[in-house]
Protein backbone atom coordinates (compact mmCIF):
# COMPACT_ATOMS: atom_id res chain seq x y z
CA UNK A 1 0.00 0.00 0.00
CA UNK A 2 1.06 3.58 -0.78
CA UNK A 3 1.67 6.06 2.36
CA UNK A 4 -0.12 8.90 0.59
CA UNK A 5 -3.37 9.82 0.75
CA UNK A 6 -3.75 9.92 -3.05
CA UNK A 7 -3.71 6.95 -4.21
CA UNK A 8 -4.83 3.87 -2.94
CA UNK A 9 -4.12 0.21 -4.34
CA UNK A 10 -4.68 -3.38 -2.32
CA UNK A 11 -7.50 -5.53 -1.70
CA UNK A 12 -11.08 -3.87 -0.59
CA UNK A 13 -9.78 -4.09 2.93
CA UNK A 14 -6.70 -2.53 2.61
CA UNK A 15 -8.20 0.30 1.05
CA UNK A 16 -10.66 0.49 3.32
CA UNK A 17 -8.40 -0.10 6.37
CA UNK A 18 -6.06 2.64 5.04
CA UNK A 19 -9.27 4.99 4.31
CA UNK A 20 -10.10 4.58 8.14
CA UNK A 21 -6.24 5.81 8.67
CA UNK A 22 -6.19 8.93 6.87
CA UNK A 23 -9.38 9.76 8.81
CA UNK A 24 -8.54 9.30 11.95
CA UNK A 25 -4.94 11.12 11.28
CA UNK A 26 -5.94 13.79 9.21
CA UNK A 27 -9.61 14.42 9.42
CA UNK A 28 -10.14 13.57 5.43
CA UNK A 29 -12.75 12.03 4.79
CA UNK A 30 -14.14 13.01 1.33
CA UNK A 31 -12.31 11.05 -1.53
CA UNK A 32 -12.94 11.52 -5.18
CA UNK A 33 -12.82 8.19 -7.14
CA UNK A 34 -12.22 8.32 -10.83
CA UNK A 35 -15.62 7.36 -12.93
CA UNK A 36 -13.76 4.62 -14.70
CA UNK A 37 -13.08 3.34 -10.95
CA UNK A 38 -16.62 3.66 -9.52
CA UNK A 39 -18.08 0.17 -9.70
CA UNK A 40 -14.38 -1.31 -8.73
CA UNK A 41 -14.31 1.05 -5.56
CA UNK A 42 -18.45 -0.50 -4.75
CA UNK A 43 -16.59 -3.18 -2.75
CA UNK A 44 -14.30 -0.35 -0.48
CA UNK A 45 -18.19 1.70 0.04
CA UNK A 46 -19.40 -1.55 1.25
CA UNK A 47 -16.17 -2.81 3.63
CA UNK A 48 -16.62 1.31 4.95
CA UNK A 49 -20.30 0.58 5.87
Known amino acids: MTTT???QIGTVKEIADR???IRADTG??????LE?????????MEELR
Do not use: G
Open 5 to 7: PIL
Open 19 to 21: LRE
Open 28 to 33: ISHFTV
Open 36 to 44: TSMKDFAAV
